[in-house]
């Protein structure tokens, strides 16, 4: 049988609000009755409701990243460092892929009532009007690829090209080699 929080409060000796207070905001608690509540949570296997939860805190702890396509390495090294920041602050991330789906997926962030979402697909592939509504949700948004985006409604990672390409540059220029070539790939809207 599932345990509860009347379980844990039983077991440690204290008030359910106790227990609430140890695991939202153990600075009202004193060592000692943390030290008892964690025993118990421990013991009896307790796993906090996070549906619940989110009803009284109105946060999800749920955060989304969109991505175009995650067969691409470049995202896979993003949705690692990505989700091991997220897991320090308690967040569950969830992770969607394909062009396809985009839109449908800014719908879903809203009936989830995800705490905040993170872009890095291109504008043209979904509704920007979908994604300033996440924001109209209270939704937080940060995008990445999109220099397009109104920067007083959605925040903004770029990557610094100019130092990159430099700093390639004075790497090869170190090796000895001195006639080097720089290619731009323009991709077109499909």
Same mark, same amino acid.
């Given at each position: 049988m599932k345990a509860t929080r009347t379980d844990v409060a039983k077991l440690a000796g204290v008030s359910t609000a106790t227990v609430s207070n140890v &695991? $939202? *905001? !153990? *600075? @009202? /608690?004193k060592d000692e009755t943390i030290e008892r509540v964690t025993a118990a949570i421990r013991q009896l296997n307790y796993r906090p409701n996070m549906i619940a939860r989110s009803l009284s805190t109105r946060r999800t702890m749920q955060i989304g990243i969109v991505l175009e396509d995650i067969r691409n390495p470049y995202y896979g090294e993003i949705v690692e460092h990505f989700e091991d920041a997220a897991r320090e602050k308690g967040y569950f991330v969830n992770i969607c892929?394909? %062009?396809? $789906? &985009?839109?449908?997926y800014f719908d879903n962030f809203i009936t989830r009532g995800l705490d905040g979402a993170f /872009?890095? +697909? &291109? !504008?043209? @592939?979904? *509704?920007?009007?979908?994604l300033y509504n996440l924001v109209?949700? *209270?939704?937080? /948004?940060?995008i990445s690829g999109n220099? $397009? +985006?109104e920067l007083r409604r959605v925040s903004m990672i770029e990557n610094d090209y100019i130092t990159a390409m430099r700093e390639a540059m004075r790497y090869l220029a170190d090796l000895?080699? @001195? $006639?080097? +070539?720089?290619? %731009?790939v323009l991709m077109q809207e499909s």
């Open positions: &695991l $939202n *905001d !153990p *600075d @009202k /608690v892929t394909g %062009i396809k $789906n &985009l839109d449908h /872009v890095a +697909a &291109l !504008p043209y @592939k979904f *509704d920007m009007d979908r109209e949700h *209270d939704i937080r /948004v940060t220099t $397009n +985006a000895g080699h @001195k $006639n080097i +070539a720089y290619f %731009i």
